[in-house]
């Protein structure tokens, strides 16, 4: 129902379309616009619980946005940040993968 995400989503779809790289790039796209809007939300909260929420989204995005680069890069080609500074994306880009919190990640019965 929001005609700007309708838009979004519909030229993005059809850029993923192209081809895997196009695919990928898109990939990288979406989570630096998520990280961006995520980091704004943080911002705006008060909420010790919602903060932690956002930030756990947050850094799936951040651990999404090194694979989407990792695959990019194994096509041999250099990722450059479509969002954020190229600066921010090589932070993350060479930073380690990141894990859940505490008791967090794992699987049921304690596996």
Do not use: C, P, W
């Not at 196009?22 to 939300?41: K, M, N, Q, S």
């Not at 911002?43 to 999404?64: C, K, M």
């Not at 080609?77 to 880009?93: G, H, K, N, R, W």
């Amino acid at each position: 129902q929001n005609e700007e995400l309708s838009t979004l989503y519909r030229a993005l779809i059809e850029r993923g379309n192209v081809s895997l790289e196009e695919a990928l790039h898109v990939g990288g796209y979406i989570e630096e616009l998520d990280i961006g809007d995520l980091e704004e939300a943080i911002a705006e909260s008060s909420h010790a619980d919602v903060v932690q929420a956002y930030e756990n989204l947050e850094r799936g995005s951040r651990n999404h946005l090194r694979a989407f680069v990792g695959q990019i890069e194994n096509l041999g080609i250099v990722y450059e940040a479509q969002l954020m500074s190229q600066e921010e994306v090589d932070a993350i880009v060479n930073s380690a993968t990141e894990r859940g919190g505490k008791g967090r990640g794992k699987r049921r019965g304690g596996r």
